[in-house]
């Protein structure tokens, strides 16, 4: 590569998405470190603790996303398919080899790392998934493409369910919204979605006979104002009854195919149940911590709920707790506007790509990355159940960290090269 490549290279690299990426990894790295701090071993560096060994992670990541900048675009377009082979016969492999912690059989033991193949598997379906519409582009969107298409997202989603590990499955939903961009599902499509998770909700809060009825009287309104028309009548009728199946059979989803300590988990978010001692014991520490950094927070490594482990899988699922309590709402806002900006950015990215390839896959990356983000913040702070996932280049471990920064990094490849691929 000459100078002028050089030169024109690096600067077609969108450096804020990385100094977004850099500065969400040094957060996380801090926020560790408080999290699981050890008195006796106090060094960021040291690899006796989480807080090193996540130093070790996040140099490598580095060295990986640098290393994806130079790969050429184009073999990760050639390479999809490969890929997402060898993380389905990963995630094969890891209900045969793998570790059971928590009751997930989720990771493969590598002398002293954990290797976990669900991560990568976001990766591997975001990368044929658009290998695969991309070459649709010139068709019209067709009920078969949909089909093929939700088989790639699908497939994966089995095999980690059988770990089994509901949170890391539920991610893989998120890609919805690219099959909602490329015009495979439309915004109806989107709004049933909607309220089917409303009804949902409100059948386990409400009588469900009481529901129907408030239904019949709603589609009854609609069907009185629209009277004229003989079709807008049967259609009220046809969502009413379609309505009133689907809630009862609320009751014998919720009952025969969630877990119970799923069902017991959405019982709290509902209010249903208070368990603070027993089911709800992380959600209301989670609470208590959050709460008890007020507007600026205790300071670093000042946090008491950190200090004396009352919040279990705090440098994991539960970092958000330590930037709340030491750091405060005001902390906490920084961190979320990072996330915003991210996201923002990246459907900008998403949007100015000259490939249907690199689009494709930029909506997958913001889907899966919006989705760890809103979910993780959510159940620490009571609005969704808690289900177990990481948050994107905060919570410790290898596996999330490298994942996304491969996610991410393969996407900022593709945006350098879009005016032209250049020779290296």
């Known amino acids: 590569m000459n100078n002028l490549q050089k030169k024109s290279f690096f600067g077609r690299i969108d450096w804020i998405t990385i100094g977004l990426w850099l500065s969400l990894c040094l957060i996380g790295w801090f926020n560790i470190h408080a999290a699981v701090y050890d008195p006796e071993n106090p ?6 603790t989480n807080y090193g060994k996540q130093s070790i992670y996040i140099f490598t990541a580095l060295i990986i996303g640098i290393c994806i900048l130079i790969i050429d675009s184009r073999f990760f377009i050639s390479s999809a398919p490969i890929i997402y082979i060898i993380v389905i016969l990963l995630l094969v492999a890891v209900l045969v080899v793998g570790r059971n912690v928590g009751g997930n059989q989720a990771w493969i033991p590598l002398g002293s790392f954990r290797l976990q193949p669900s991560e990568f598997g976001k990766l591997a379906t975001c990368l044929l998934l658009a290998y695969y519409l991309s070459n649709q582009t010139n068709k019209n969107p067709s009920m078969k493409n949909l089909f093929i298409g939700a088989c790639i997202v699908l497939f994966p989603v089995a095999l980690v369910m059988l770990q089994p590990d509901t949170g890391s499955a539920l991610a893989f939903f998120s890609l919805i919204f690219v099959f909602y961009r490329e015009g495979y599902v439309s915004t109806n499509f989107l709004i049933i979605g909607g309220l089917a998770i409303l009804l949902f909700v409100l059948a386990l809060l409400i009588n469900q006979w009481i529901l129907i009825g408030c239904i019949a009287l709603i589609c009854g309104f609609f069907a009185w104002m629209m009277r004229k028309k003989r079709k807008n009548v049967i259609n009220m009728a046809i969502l009413f009854a379609v309505s009133s199946v689907y809630i009862l059979c609320v009751d014998f989803a919720y009952e025969q195919i969630l877990q ?25 520490q989670s609470m208590i911590a959050i709460g008890s950094g007020q507007l600026f927070g205790k300071g670093y490594l000042q946090g008491t709920q950190t200090k004396y482990n009352f919040v279990p899988e705090q440098s994991t699922d539960f970092i958000f707790c330590t930037v709340g309590e030491e750091w405060g709402f005001v902390g906490s806002v920084v961190l979320i506007s990072l996330y915003v900006a991210l996201l923002v950015r990246l459907v900008n990215i998403a949007e100015r790509q000259r490939t249907a390839f690199a689009r494709i896959y930029a909506y997958g990356v913001a889907s899966i ?35 996304f920064t491969i996610l991410l990094f393969i996407l900022l490849r593709f945006d350098s090269s879009r005016k032209g691929t250049v020779g290296i």
């Not at 119970?260 to 149940?273: A, E, F, V, Y």
């Not at 159940?379 to 280049?393: Q, S």
């Open 260 to 284: 119970p300590h799923q069902r017991n988990r959405i019982d709290i978010i509902l209010g249903k149940m208070d368990d603070p001692k027993g089911q709800g014991y992380n959600l209301n």
């Open 369 to 403: 990355l919006f989705f760890h983000f809103f979910i993780n913040i959510g159940m620490t702070i009571g609005i969704v159940p808690v289900i177990g996932i990481p948050l994107p280049f905060i919570s410790y471990g290898g596996s999330s960290l490298w994942s």
């Open 43 to 48: 060094g960021l560096f040291n690899l006796a």
